[in-house]
């Protein structure tokens, strides 16, 4: 059976591949990022799901609970309003509004062109490092990254 164009045998190999190879996490997230969405929003539904992974990965506060998530993505990404959200997620408008101000914050909070580094080191060099890294947010937090930085690592091997 044809229906616009694309094979309803097609598709069903396709979701059953997906299936296969997919957590169902990772399916969720490609749902997300492929359901249409409408261009009344702040960003797109790709950007949202790039910015929470950043705000997670970055971010030593607490995280967002799914409700809020979802509440943010309404507004952020559909374009809903926060009332619309509220009454989507049986969220208060109010925290919404909260959230929505937690995650503009947080935007804002993060340092430009820095990366998350996740690696096996040997004890000793781990634990300079972790002072470099204690050393480096503390300058960022006052702003101070900006002129030369000189780090020195002492690599024992």
């Known amino acids: 059976m044809q229906k616009d164009g694309v094979n309803q045998e097609q598709l069903q190999a396709l979701a059953q591949d997906i299936k296969n190879t997919l957590k169902a996490s990772e399916i969720a997230q490609l749902i997300r990022l492929i359901a249409p969405t409408p261009t009344t929003g702040e960003m797109s ?12 990965d970055k971010s030593r506060r607490r995280g967002y609970s799914d409700t809020s998530i ?23 408008r109010q ?11 947080r935007m804002e909070s993060l340092p430009e062109n820095w990366v998350q580094v996740s690696t096996w080191l040997p004890a ?17 937090d006052s702003g101070g990254v900006q002129g030369d930085l000189a780090l020195k690592l002492e690599v024992k091997i």
């Open 45 to 56: 539904a790709a950007e949202f799901e790039t910015l929470m992974a950043e705000l997670k």
């Open 70 to 92: 979802t509440a943010a993505r309404l507004v952020l990404v559909m374009g809903a309003t926060v009332a619309e959200a509220a009454a989507e997620t049986n969220v208060s």
């Open 95 to 105: 925290a919404i509004h909260q959230v929505l101000k937690r995650i503009k914050r």
């Open 124 to 140: 000793e060099i781990a634990s300079q490092l972790e002072q470099i890294v204690t050393s480096l947010k503390s300058q960022g």
